[in-house]
């Protein structure tokens, strides 16, 4: 916004500039950004020659000490009292070790000409810090649980000082990067080979994380994951990968599809597991389809989760379910056809009034709409309106899926791999998935997803240039509702009942907060956003009941540090941070290398 | 024609409570075209520090002269939520693209509500309000209409408000303040007002008198609970859109209408989808019809259609 806007009166053109000034008036007070680096920069013995070998040193520390005892009693996360044998909460620190090292060997040494491209510096600094908390927090579960720090046996102590000596290190050096890792050229292979091999360490992480038998040894598990990503994200290295990933997306897809689909015979057969994998994948599945409304196409939908019930109903209702209150039983696909398509209308009977008065004003219809379908289904029991629902007892029973033969309630053996109940419908919501994935990517890249991503920035302009914004919200708010009609009459079967109260708004704020937390508009981003928020209230019953209190702390953070979410595209970022001459001349080449990429 | 009258009657007692807390949206939103969701959360919080201001001072007692140091109470508990809630979460959004500061509230509102729930003693389940003399107690019958006490004081409570909202927006350099920054904050501004005060002071009016619907709340339900501010705040907002959001005075006309409307709607309409059951179905189905078909609302929007 240039400084002649706030010149011309205001009022004849309501809100369209009228903040912005209040804000730049703000800014200095709340940017402590100019802050921060100075102080690192002041940190004692900054650039000296000591910085390196103290590193080298903090890694073989780290490392050693994983190989020897870490606690004297052998009931604490797994088993650390015993010598040369790492268990998992060690092995990870030999990871985050590893990394640590080859990010030192970059910054001098034999891997020097990578130190051009990745700021080495900060990574060391980011792994060290993390290590070192991992160690705190490892050495306090061990003093806690057998009763003092007398416990903890040299090993502890030793990785511990290895972790300080890295993040030390890493406050010390100076990162001498002088490329953008964005102009990386590298061989098409190198690149298809670290595609997999992240798609790999995803696949062996989720099975490590699923098998963690306590809420510390997952915490911990988290702690590594995260100080690991945000390393390697502080070095750049995502920045290259977002664009290997952009120019080889054949093969991620298909190695993506091909992790998740593997992911069940990892399990062993185990129910507990997969039903946490299909309670994401089905909250991933709805997250993805509210990501084509709010992410693409900017329109705030509060009552999202009403149209999943939706189809949930349809899919209840018309089952072979002794409380099914519909006599027609036709088959399943049909059902899915059908449920999709009543969500579908009801997206169109609730947007085509809505989707005129635009903003903040859709976002409380919406939520309106989801609060009348939930009393509507309570109330429709017989007494208060027709027997449609059963109302607030909803239809229980709902038998298993059945195709051609293929019973879903049943384990079926597979290459000798047990596949159970969940196993199965982990497959069949996987597929849907797929499709929504799929119809996501096209119509992103297509004259729609244009024509949204127009409308989202800036919706007058749009419409002078021939876009019809009306057609394109009702299509964005009807196909939304859509797939989550499909998803929902899996979800009916999956869940064997179906009533009310599974549909209130929380779950709508919930997968609002996959989408916002993952990265509006980004596939990658919203699934990370629905598996943090299913998995973590899973496996972490310990904060069960903060959970929700957790909830909204982190939504009113996010918005405040990141709103453009973990993963954010990268125009995205730009609508958040508007006024940042740099970000938008990187993106611009970000978009020119993304060109190039894919022709 | 009693049951008419009675059905006018509850629905002024609901409109009322309806009108205290829509001003607070409509404040805000006419200041800075923010819609504060978290403000049914603030209405709830007044009713739980009247309680507590109760259960702390007052335990046992009923006496009328309480009542007023509950409202208090009330007041100031809502009133330091709604100003942290403006300097944390809000302020710093100031200017980002609509989609985060209604997010942000979306958490803040959860975050409360949760904050209630978790550590306020024995705020799991129901919480008994205390009765007040005078306020609470047997009905009046009027003419065959039955007038709980309880409404009357909030249909007085929202008189009286209305009538000092009226006197500060209109008659003090302050409201006066506040009329020129919904009109134009820049030049505002350039006039040597204070917007980020005049901002906060928008905060602190609505957040006062949700806090004295909360009290009325209490005592026409003689309980409360954690999750009170949701459906709560969601009719005040439908209320204030009714009303034409960011006009006061259409706050309060929107607040009556919706709560005649509702009381009409459980008494009048025949057959099974009459009665309470449905009524927050038609409350939200008239939200839907008035943004068809007048979304400037009732007496007219200071702001429509933003995008």
Partial sequence: ?599 | MTAFLQAIMDGLTLGSLYALIAVGYTVVYGIVQLINFAHGEVFMIGAFGALATWTVLFKGQTGLWVLPIMILGAVIVSVLTAVIMERIAYRPLRGAPRLAPLITAIGISVFLQEAVRLFYPGAKSKLTFPEIDVVTGSAIQVGGVTVQRAALFTIGALALSAALLWFFVNRTRLGQGMQAVSQDPDTAQLMGINVNRIIVIAFALGAALAAVAGVAQGLLNSNIDFRMGFLAGLKAFTAAVLGGIGNIQGAVVGGLTLGIAESMATQFIPGQFGGSAWKDVWAFALLILVLVFRPQGLLGARVVDRA
């Fill in chain 1, 1 to 599: 916004m240039s400084t002649h806007d706030d010149l011309t009166p205001t009022n004849d053109l309501p809100g369209v500039d009228a903040p912005a000034p209040v804000r730049e008036t703000d800014r200095p007070a709340y940017d402590d950004d100019h802050e921060r680096t100075p102080l690192l920069e002041r940190f004692p013995g900054r650039g000296s020659a000591a910085a390196w070998p103290l590193g080298l040193l903090g890694v073989a520390l780290l490392v050693g000490g994983t190989f020897l005892s870490w606690s004297y009693t052998s009931n604490v996360l797994g088993d650390l009292s015993v010598d040369f044998y790492p268990n998992g909460v060690q092995i990870c620190m030999i990871i985050l070790g590893l990394v640590a090292l080859v990010m030192l060997l970059a910054h001098q040494g034999p891997l020097h000409r990578l130190g051009d491209w990745l700021d080495t510096a900060a990574a060391v600094r980011i792994l060290g810090l993390g290590a070192l908390a991992y160690m705190v927090i490892t050495l306090g579960i061990i003093a806690v649980r057998s009763g003092g720090l007398i416990n903890v046996n040299p090993g502890g102590w030793v990785s511990t000082v290895g972790a300080l000596l890295i993040a030390l290190s890493g406050l010390m050096l100076v990162s001498h990067q002088s490329k953008d890792p964005l102009f990386a050229q590298t061989s098409s292979w190198v690149e298809i080979i670290t595609i997999v091999v992240l798609l790999a360490a995803v696949l062996f992480g989720a099975t490590y994380a699923l098998g963690t038998s306590t809420g510390g040894a997952f915490s911990l598990f988290l702690v590594f994951a995260f100080a690991l990503a945000w390393g390697l994200a502080k070095a750049g290295f995502f920045t290259w990968v977002g664009l290997i990933a952009q120019k080889n997306r054949q093969v991620l897809m298909l190695g993506a599809f091909a992790v998740a689909f593997l992911f069940p015979f990892t399990q062993g057969g185990s129910d507990e597991n997969m039903s946490i994998a299909t309670q994401v994948l089905i909250f991933a599945a709805t997250a993805l389809g509210l990501n084509i409304v709010v992410g693409l196409a900017g329109l705030l939908d509060l009552g999202y989760i009403a149209f999943l019930g939706a189809g949930a109903y349809v899919g209840a209702t018309m089952s072979n379910s002794a409380f099914a209150t519909i006599g027609w039983k036709p088959p399943f696909l049909v059902v899915v056809l059908i449920g999709a398509c009543f969500s579908a209308v009801l997206g169109l009977i609730i947007g085509s009034p809505t989707l005129r008065v635009s903003g903040d004003y859709l976002a409380i219809v919406t939520l309106a709409f989801g609060e009348i379908f939930r009393f509507t289904m309570g109330n429709l029991d017989g007494t208060n309106g027709p027997d449609l629902t059963n109302g607030p007892n909803g239809i229980p029973a709902i038998p298993e899926l059945n195709f051609f033969g293929f019973d879903f309630g049943q384990p079926h053996e597979i290459l000798g791999i047990t596949i159970g109940r969940f196993a199965n419908y982990y497959f069949l919501l996987l597929v849907i998935a797929a499709i929504i994935i799929l119809v996501f990517t096209r119509l992103n890249n297509s004259r729609i997803g244009r024509g949204w991503v127009a409308i989202r920035e800036d919706e007058k302009a749009a419409e002078a240039m021939g876009v019809n914004v009306f057609g394109l919200k009702l299509f964005a708010f009807a196909g939304g509702a859509f797939l989550a009609g499909m998803a929902g009459t899996v979800k009916a079967h999956h869940d064997v009942s179906v009533s009310p109260d599974q549909y209130i708004f929380l779950e709508s704020a919930f997968l609002l907060a996959a989408v916002v937390l993952g990265g509006m508009g980004t596939v990658a981003g919203v699934l990370i956003g629905a598996t943090i928020l299913k998995l973590l209230p899973e496996k972490l019953r310990f904060i069960n009941d903060y959970r929700l209190m957790i909830f909204g702390l982190v939504l009113v953070l996010m918005m405040r540090f990141r709103p453009e979410g973990l993963v954010a595209s990268q125009r995205r970022k730009l609508e958040f941070h508007e006024d940042d001459e740099d970000l938008a001349e990187r993106i611009e080449e970000v978009h020119l290398e993304e060109e190039e990429a894919k022709a």
